[in-house]
């Protein structure tokens, strides 16, 4: 049987019913472990003290509101192709997700910022360029919201979705030409001396870790909320298609 | 000239027709019938190509169709001839424009703003856009909405017309036209039916 | 393709067209800076140049619901979607048609308003030119914005929301082109991204726009 | 309970906006699944066909 | 009255209706400023204040054709108009449903975003006041700009052209209020003006939209 | 209780009638005939009191009309029955909603979106509304647009019933509506003449 088994809505709704549970546990243990070894058991850092923490929250949120957007660019385009309603419909239960995420990253740094570059915000291409990544996420979700026919709906933010993704490639070297940043460099990088140093970066790896599985887990549940939605709005045409 | 076989249509994901079979010679013009809510407008749509079929297939109707529905594609701030010299352009049909404004006596009105004319008057120019489309199959919905009874015999007169140059027409209407060549085509019968799939797009989730 | 273009224009031209209206705008808004900022000439004459293009932007973005509603409400694009006319064509045109009753009306005026807000002389140049090189993708990605929200009743404002952040690229380069020019440095490169941006949104954008219209026509 | 030094407020106020944030995705998702589900059923007694 | 009301919240809640958009839409005006003047935060701070009333203003302005036009269009003002309501009640209750869902949230957002432009600190009180006392104002005013357009297809622009102008002495105030809050001088005089024109406004605009909307009407 | 005379009425400021004169009492409805553009829209606009008379007078409306024209005034994003009891509401009347839905045969349709409902049945709604304004004097043109005889027929008979109830109606239709109590009233007669002088506003310039 090949992977798009599951793009029955039925099949899917069963399975997910089954493992997410799986993923919200995992997500549960992985953030505890990573938080609570991260906050209580590591040690401030020498230039940043104790606000170093926050990269523990920090770092998997912006991982994760880059990633929930190439995640729903995917969906988008096995919609376009192979219209399978749950793809679609996956893409618009991963966007609040994705939200949520840049919002924490947004919050996080700004906090950070306050302390280390003594204002909550600057224009440095990497915030900005979350900020534009934001923007898409609010016009992707109003668009949802706006369409009544669901299929409709589900074409239009796919076409929205690919043609955004575009323009913030685009924005992020615009932003990158226009202004230049204070923000640290990718520090998760292989090569070893400009990483951080391995107290902070074990921790890190376990709330990751956590943020990714709860990411997953918010993903499913919310799909089966729509397709749920999807199927009640069916049964509900239909019957009054035929009273 | 056209025909439809086991064509299956939907309106806002739910399946409304199915089934549903026909064919319209030159000459020939199709009368769909049915209560409100039958799923007229949705097949009539959906042969012109406006929207998607959910199965069954049409056939000839490739760059043939004309068609008008509920509203007329008029311009409120051209006048009548200028609404239909456009039309003439986009279709890339040359001439005809003074018969059409003849056969729908619109001559007088000629050079009145579109959104200055009564609601017959619209209605009249908007079905007087067909005349310059050169399109050999019209697919009209409702188009006697509003129109009093002379003017309904000039339109009877004019699909007529067409219909003797060649063409055909189908048709969605709650009045009698008194057409020649015109068959009925009552579409309750063809009503999607519960047990029946037909792959709308609400399929997936029954 | 010529004809849809006439059209355009004349409708844009007859009572109610609204012909010009963008341009007003655009002076509402720049007039309104100096009160909403304070009338300090230094501090104008700095953010000059971005109040300009942010005004033209705004301008551009109010009139794109023009774009396709109105021939939407009518069914006129019922028709032309049957029409010999392929939509890429008819949005391209219309698109262009957009960019000549707003855009370059726009441009023309740029300088005009830069004096108001005493814009360093040195700027009006390329000020003027990168608004040349940027307002037609302006008008062919609102074109885009137009024909997806086009189904919507009064999708204004919505059409705005998706459309800004699209413009953003434009923006800035087109903006960095112009302070660039107020400060005498060299200003080619932001204006090589500019067109180069405006090229492939030209070129590829119908397509897009296309697609949706056909989506939102079913 | 780590001294965060004169930190303390920052790395808490991150760590609450967070909690707070994540908490309220969560639930919303549950309310709303629970809403939808609830509705689904009512909706599937109704419409008892051959699905 | 109340049905009028709770129908207008019901509608802007629903999807399509729109709420939020007017909100979203600040934001991005608020971001797109540092791209056109640009990143220098000194010189962002100066025109913080001013560009937060402005980009609450455009806002504003934007979710204005929603307010008649809709109703005008299916006919609903037609029934309104023969209805046991006045029609200065029913104008007026449409302002402050509009205010509701789009002057207020604007209020509350318009803190947060100074944050992005780094606003003085102890502007953000007088800031957020002058908002509160001056947004009713732009949403009855508003309202007679929509009765004046509303029979115009597409009169967006026009209607804020008409507007806008109308807009200014509250902006004046305000934007005045806001910026002597930031150079920390007594506020008091511009709030006390701006809440007089709001006073005012409120009283007295909608015979003036009641009348507009009725010569339409015929 | 609805007395019109020597009413003369202008449309985008060229007189359409003049000389109208009638009266409509309780339990009758008046049936305007007329072609295409003969004014009749004009007429019941300025009878409900949206556009002023340029002469004559209307007396017995004040808080009596009840006017349904070519738009219905729905809120596509309101289901049928939010759209009802909205103006139940606003017109201060209660109940009936039920009584109306079920007039028109609404009630497997109470809970869709107006939106969604075809060109027949958002009519149908429309005239509900008719019946939850607890107005006396209904003013409707061409209400039967896209109407199929079914429905006509509930039409017919809900108008029938306000006639009973010592209602009356004033209506502009093209079609036959066997109605009784129904009065036909030809309008062609009154168009204004070049020659009469009506004070429309571009008298002035004449
Ligand atoms: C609102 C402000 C901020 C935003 C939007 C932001 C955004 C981001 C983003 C997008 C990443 C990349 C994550 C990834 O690609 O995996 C990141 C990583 C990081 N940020 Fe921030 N950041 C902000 C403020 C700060 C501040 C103030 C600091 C500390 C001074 C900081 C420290 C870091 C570090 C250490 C990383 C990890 C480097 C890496 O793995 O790429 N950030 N942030
Ligand atoms: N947007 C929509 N979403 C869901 N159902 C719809 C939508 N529009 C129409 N329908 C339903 O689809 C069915 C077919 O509608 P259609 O307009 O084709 O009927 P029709 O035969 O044209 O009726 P009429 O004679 O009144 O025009 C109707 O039952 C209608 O309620
Ligand atoms: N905005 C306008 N400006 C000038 N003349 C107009 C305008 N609207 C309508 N007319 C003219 O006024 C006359 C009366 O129009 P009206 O709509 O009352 O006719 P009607 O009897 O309702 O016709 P129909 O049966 O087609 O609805 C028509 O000749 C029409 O051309
Ligand atoms: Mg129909
Ligand atoms: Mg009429």
Redesign the pocket.
């Known amino acids: 049987m090949s992977i798009w088994e599951y793009a029955n809505p039925v099949k899917f709704l069963r399975v997910s019913e089954r493992v997410t549970p799986w993923f919200a546990w995992g997500a549960g243990l992985c953030l505890i472990v990573g938080l609570v070894w991260g906050f209580f058991f590591t040690p401030d850092d020498f230039r940043?003290g104790s606000t170093v923490k926050i990269?523990y929250i920090?770092?998997p949120s912006?991982?994760l509101?880059?990633n929930a957007w190439i995640m729903m660019l995917v969906a988008s385009l096995i919609w376009l192709v192979r219209r399978h309603h749950v793809s679609a419909l996956a893409a618009k239960a991963a966007a609040p997700v994705g939200l949520v995420m840049t919002l924490i990253?947004?919050f996080t740094?700004?906090i950070?910022?306050q302390p280390?570059?003594g204002t909550w915000?600057v224009w440095d291409p990497?915030?900005t360029s979350?900020l534009i990544l934001f923007l898409f996420y609010i016009g992707y979700m109003a668009l949802w919201a706006a369409i009544e026919d669901p299929d409709t709906a589900a074409d239009l933010t796919s076409v929205l979705c690919m043609v955004g993704s575009v323009f913030a490639l685009l924005s992020r070297y615009a932003v990158l030409f226009w202004n230049q940043g204070l923000?640290?460099?990718?520090?998760?990088s292989l090569d070893e001396e400009k990483n951080?140093a391995d107290v902070f970066y074990q921790p890190l790896l376990f709330s990751i870790a956590g943020f990714v599985l709860l990411f997953l887990a918010l993903v499913l549940y919310r799909t089966g909320t729509e397709i749920r939605l999807r199927r009640t709005r069916a049964l509900i045409a239909r019957e009054v298609q035929h009273a | 000239m056209l025909s439809v076989t086991d064509l299956a249509v939907a309106r806002g994901g739910v399946p409304v027709l199915s089934g549903v079979t026909f064919a319209v010679e030159r000459g020939q013009a199709l009368v769909l019938r049915g209560p409100n809510g039958s799923g007229k407008t949705t097949l009539l749509r959906c042969v012109a190509g406006l929207q998607p079929a959910i199965s069954g297939d049409i056939s000839g109707v490739e760059d043939q169709i004309a068609y008008a529905g509920h509203s007329d594609g008029l311009k409120s701030m051209l006048n009548v001839r200028e609404n239909l010299e456009f039309w003439a352009d986009v279709f890339g049909f040359k001439g005809g424009i003074d018969a059409a404004l003849d056969a729908f006596d619109l001559v007088p009105l000629a050079d009145r703003y579109a959104g200055q004319l009564s609601a017959g008057q619209k209605r009249r120019l908007g079905l007087a856009r067909l005349m310059v489309t050169g399109r050999s199959i019209w697919i009209l919905d409702e188009p006697t909405v509003s129109l009093d009874t002379a003017s309904v015999q000039l339109f009877a007169a004019a699909v007529g017309q067409h219909l003797k140059a060649g063409g055909a027409a189908v048709l969605a209407t709650h009045i009698a036209l008194g057409l020649d060549g015109a068959r009925d085509f009552d579409v309750t019968p063809y009503r999607a039916r519960l047990d029946v799939r037909v792959g709308s797009s609400d399929e997936a989730f029954l | 393709m010529k004809a849809l273009l006439l059209r355009d224009l004349r409708l844009a031209f007859r009572a109610g067209g609204g012909f010009g209206l963008a341009l007003a705008f655009f002076l509402i808004v720049v007039v309104l800076v100096p009160f909403s900022v304070g009338p300090q000439s230094d501090l104008l004459g700095q953010i000059a140049a971005g109040v300009l293009w942010l005004g033209a932007l705004l301008a551009c973005l109010l009139s794109l619901d023009r774009v396709l509603a109105l021939d939407w409400e009518d069914g006129t694009l019922d028709v032309l979607a049957t029409s010999p006319l392929p939509l890429e064509a008819a949005l391209s045109v219309k698109a262009l048609a957009h960019w000549l009753t707003t855009g370059l009306p726009l441009v023309l005026a740029a300088p005009i308003l830069g004096v108001l807000l005493n814009l360093p002389s040195p700027a009006f140049g390329p000020l003027t030119l990168s608004l040349l090189l940027g307002t037609p993708a302006l008008s062919v990605i609102g074109t885009f914005g137009a024909a997806l929200t086009v189904g919507l009743k009064r999708g204004g404002l919505l059409l705005s929301m998706l459309v800004l952040p699209l413009y953003v690229p434009s923006l800035i380069f087109g903006a960095e082109a112009a302070r660039r020019g107020a400060e005498g440095v060299a200003t080619d490169t932001p204006l090589l991204f500019l067109a180069g941006i405006t090229a492939g949104v030209v070129a590829l954008m119908p397509f897009a726009s296309a697609a949706a219209l056909r989506i939102n026509l079913r | 309970m780590p001294d965060l030094g004169k930190y303390a407020d920052t790395v808490l106020s991150a760590y609450a906006v967070t909690i707070a944030l994540m908490l309220g995705i969560v639930v919303l998702s549950l309310i709303k699944g629970r809403r939808v589900r609830a509705q689904l059923q009512s909706v599937e007694e109704r419409t008892k066909h051959g699905d």
């Open positions: 940043q990269i920090h770092v912006a991982f509101a880059i990253a947004l740094g700004a950070w910022g280390m570059w915000w990497r915030l979350f923000h640290q460099g990718a520090s998760l951080v």
